[in-house]
């Protein structure tokens, strides 16, 4: 590997390196860690795994168990997760300048400079910056002044006669030019060293750049000689080939170390177009897979009578008149259950376009087809709210149900479990629990998902249980706006509905965004309205003071109380509250008693509070987009005026905020969060354990993600369970990170 400038560019975590050298050493192979168990899988179908691709970067590289689990919080637990934590940039160190040529440069910019030291001086300070190294550089052209501070390990390494590059920043003294270094390397006697392109990783809380640039050159170290390399390669050689893109290895080695920018780019036009290739490829075999399993089924749905009763049933059932959009979507989701392979539909619907109306029909629905409905949402407050709404409407016509969260007296529970084994509940509301534990159904045939955009392959291998031999058909509800051409791509094994029209009546919420001058004023107006009985939520990005600079909910409601809201029933809602206390604050709120809750995000998703008409967003900087338009969707969902109001620090903050008082469109939302995002966190999917892209841009790639599916589709058409010799590392890697797949390729 060519001179690599992180090697002795040290930075101050320095000290842990012998540290993190000795436990690198200390390979001896214990027991193994957090293996994962598709590497059992891969193995029982009838390939052996691959270190590089199954076993934990601990057991390979003999990390401790303090860098591993810091490791897992980057998501990297393969030596293959650690070889794809890419650079998000690199620093270039290419190229010195001559420093006569520095008087030129203008402050504060970063510059390369080699030279020879001259003269140079330690010093130990008192106070936070400690140590203080200074040297006077000079190469032909002229002299100028290098300055460390806070590294005191400087002194052992900088000596007068040495030869040094160094990059920092250029500041003017009376003195000449000197520079506050942040990088450097000592060039040995006739070496001859340019400066390359040091790449800058994504670090996390105790582990730096550095460490990681450390780490992942270990991983390349010990690759180069893996007898298994080859399994690093995904895309099939003729692939490759058609698309013109290098190996895996070169593209991996480039990636990290590039010498050239065109190499960085070489790289990752490969890469990215690998990522969106592998994702497309899961996505097309699991909707192969899902065409080839048995559905509940519903055909009798077909039969115009039955069809007509579900329609009367429902007609009676709702106390309003569906919308054209609600009706399309039913007429979607009966088309779905009537096919003898299961549904898995996604239905999208902005807040308060009624979802919940939809998926009373499909229970209906499966009501009259002889099936069971399992209504699923994210918490259990959600749960009981939906179970009330449900039943309100649904038992008038018949329909059995009951609610199943945790908290229920253990005779109560029991009567439930009971009833639903025989078959006499026709519905059962809880949270995602009821996948989870021994609930047991006498016939499953419909799943309704609550909130969610994202169901996970292990919840729906439990539905799968749930249901014998077949697979419950699948109807999962977001907010989430997700563009829709996003959600199609992404989610392909999924279909997608839309509801692209709200119930009549409802006013648009009027959005302002201000900067923090305007506060006084906008608090006076809160008050006003409080005084006139309608109700505000006061939203804070931290709850306490930990994070000094922000608003925070605790202070907030103790300011608030005593000057712009005294005499007024205040409310204070946060995260690290009990379930009991949020209930009880939540049901002062909900019955109208507290006219302002001071909260933080716990009250984003699902809160429905009709008589609440302000969303006042302290600090609104702190959100993202789509995030803010969860937290507008608490208002407007009555006849009567709503207001959002967005308070930022000013200038830049207030405009990014602008597209909100712009338009209430969900959609265009999500695109321009996206835009200003990227896909990374795409609709929160980063805590969701979806998809995540290290590399690849879902708005910029965006037309590579098009070539990489429409390739995958190809690949799958072909070779449907990747039995191809060219397909084998792309079988076995498939494997062994779902072990389902590994059952298919074996079964
Ligand atoms: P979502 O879950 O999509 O956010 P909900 O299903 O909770 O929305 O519905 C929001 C509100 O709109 C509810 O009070 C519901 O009763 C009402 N609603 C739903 N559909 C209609 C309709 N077609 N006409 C009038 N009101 C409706
Ligand atoms: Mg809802």
Redesign the pocket.
């Known amino acids: 590997m060519p001179g690599y400038a992180g090697e002795a560019f040290p930075r101050p975590s320095v000290k842990n390196l012998p540290a993190m050298k000795r436990t690198v050493r200390q390979a001896a192979p214990t027991t193994p860690r957090r293996v994962r168990p598709a590497a059992t899988a891969a193995a029982a179908a009838g390939t052996p795994p691959s270190p590089i691709l199954t076993q934990s970067v601990a057991e390979v590289l003999g990390l401790r168990p303090r860098v591993c689990a810091l490791l897992e919080r980057l998501g990297i637990i393969t030596v293959h997760d650690l070889l794809r934590h890419f650079p998000h940039r690199y620093e270039d160190l290419r190229g010195a300048i001559p420093i006569a040529q520095l008087r030129s440069a203008p402050h504060g910019e970063e510059v390369n400079v080699m030279g020879e030291i001259v003269r140079c001086e330690h010093l130990r300070l008192r106070g936070p910056v400690r140590a203080k190294t200074t040297a006077v550089l000079r190469d032909g052209s002229g002299e100028m002044q290098a300055v460390w501070f806070g590294r005191p390990y400087v002194a052992s390494h900088v000596h007068p006669g040495l030869q040094v590059f160094v990059r920092g920043r250029l500041n003017f003294t009376l003195a000449g030019a000197s520079m506050n270094v942040t990088r450097y390397r000592i060039v040995k006697p006739g070496e001859s060293y340019r400066g390359d392109l040091l790449p800058v990783y994504p670090q996390t809380a105790g582990l730096t750049s550095y460490d990681l640039g450390r780490l992942i050159r270990t991983a390349l170290r010990y690759v180069a000689q893996a007898p298994d390399r080859a399994s690093l390669e995904l895309l099939p050689a003729p692939l490759r080939r058609q698309e013109g893109f290098i190996e895996a290895w070169q593209a991996l080695q480039w990636i990290h170390h590039p010498a050239t920018p065109e190499q960085a780019s070489r790289a990752r036009r490969r890469l990215v177009f690998e990522e969106f290739f592998l994702l497309a490829i899961e996505a097309s075999r699991r909707r192969a897979r899902r065409s080839r399993q048995a559905a509940p089924d519903f055909s009798i749905l077909r039969t115009p009578q039955v069809a007509q009763a579900c329609e009367e049933t429902l007609k009676r059932a709702l106390p ?4 054209r959009a ?1 009706q399309r979507v039913i007429e979607e989701i009966r088309e779905d259950l009537c096919r003898p392979s299961p549904m898995n539909r996604l239905l999208q ?1 902005d ?7 939809v998926a009373a029909a499909a229970i209906v629905m499966a009501a009259a087809a002889g099936y069971q409905s399992a209504f699923m949402a994210p918490t259990e407050v959600l749960a009981a709210q939906q179970c009330a709404r449900l039943l309100g409407m649904l038992g008038p016509a018949g329909l059995r149900g009951a609610l199943l969260v945790g908290s229920l007296r253990r005779s109560t529970r029991d009567a439930i479990l009971r009833q639903l084994r025989a078959g006499d509940l026709d519905l059962v509301v809880g949270t995602h629990a009821i996948l989870t534990e021994d609930v047991g159904f006498a016939r499953l045939g419909l799943a309704v998902i609550d909130e969610q955009h994202r169901f996970g392959v292990m919840q729906r291998a439990a539905l799968r249980m749930k249901s014998g031999p077949t697979m419950p058909h699948t109807l999962i509800m977001t ?1 989430t706006p997700i563009p829709r051409t996003l959600a199609q791509t992404i989610y392909a094994d999924l279909d997608v509905s839309l509801i692209d029209e709200l ?2 009546g409802r006013r648009p919420v009027k959005t302002y965004v201000r900067d923090e001058t305007a506060k006084p004023k906008v608090l006076a107006f809160v008050r006003q309205h409080a005084e006139q009985g309608h109700q505000a939520f006061v939203i804070c990005p931290a709850i306490d003071e930990s994070e000094r600079a922000l608003h925070s909910a605790v202070e907030q409601a103790r300011v608030l109380r005593e000057t712009a809201f005294a005499g007024l029933p205040v409310g204070l809602l946060h995260g690290r509250m009990t379930g009991r206390q949020k209930d009880e604050v939540m049901k002062l709120f909900a019955a109208g008693y507290t006219k302002i809750l001071i909260a933080t995000t716990v009250v984003e998703v699902g809160v ?1 509070v009709p008589n609440a008409s302000i969303m006042l967003v302290l600090d609104a900087h702190r959100f993202g987009l789509a995030q803010l338009h969860q937290l507008r969707g608490r208002v407007g ?1 009555s006849t009567q005026q709503s207001y959002c109001i967005l308070i930022a620090p000013g200038g830049d903050e207030v405009e990014r905020l602008r597209v909100m008082a712009r338009t209430n469109d969900g959609f265009v939302i999500a695109e321009e969060d996206l835009r200003l995002r990227g896909s990374g966190d795409l609709a929160g999917t980063r805590q969701h354990g979806g998809p995540q892209f290290r590399l690849a841009h879902l708005v910029r790639d965006f037309p590579v993600f098009v070539r990489a599916k429409r390739v995958a589709e190809q690949v799958i058409a072909r070779d449907p369970d990747l039995r191809l010799p060219e397909h084998e590392t792309l079988a076995r890697y498939l494997a062994a990170r779902d072990p389902a797949a590994a059952f298919v390729i074996s079964s």
């Open positions: 309003f008149v569906l919308t609600q619907g807040v308060g376009s009624g979802k919940t109306a907010a119930p009549p429905d969902r």
